[in-house]
Nanobody, 119 residues
Framework: VQLVESGGGSVLAGNSLKLSCAAS????????MGWFRQAPGKEREFVAD???????YYADSVKGRFTISRDNAKNTVYLQMDSLKREDTAVYYC??????????????WGQGTQVTVSS
């Protein structure tokens, strides 16, 4: 099973990027899919996720600027990032997870893709 991110890069503040995460090895239509990020010297933090129902959740820091979506037919999840800020600079990781009651298990992680925002 693999999760492969793409779409990272270097952009100026205020611009946009769209990340993709393609899953292979199994289908993830019953999994939640999400994005975390880790900036230098900081802990990995939640960015956004989308449940198998289609419900979406966002960190307060990206709400209104980022949009998560998924295409189950392509086994792919996307993260549209608009109005990027310097503080969005980080390595972005894709994750596939399951929800059991109030517990979430993060089953698979991608290798990460770098996003650098400069002013």
């Amino acid at each position: 099973v693999q999760l492969v991110e793409s779409g990272g890069g270097s952009v100026l503040a205020g611009n946009s990027l769209k990340l993709s995460c393609a899953a292979s090895g199994r289908t993830f239509s019953s999994h939640g899919m999400g994005w975390f990020r880790q900036a230098p010297g900081k802990e990995r933090e939640f960015v956004a996720d989308i449940r198998w129902t289609g419900s979406t959740y966002y960190a307060d820091s990206v709400k209104g600027r980022f949009t998560i979506s998924r295409d189950n037919a392509k086994n792919t999840v996307y993260l549209q990032m608009d109005s990027l800020k310097r503080e969005d600079t980080a390595v972005y990781y894709c994750v596939a997870f399951q929800v059991h009651g109030i517990t979430m298990t993060y089953d698979y992680w991608g290798q990460g893709t770098q996003v650098t925002v400069s002013s």
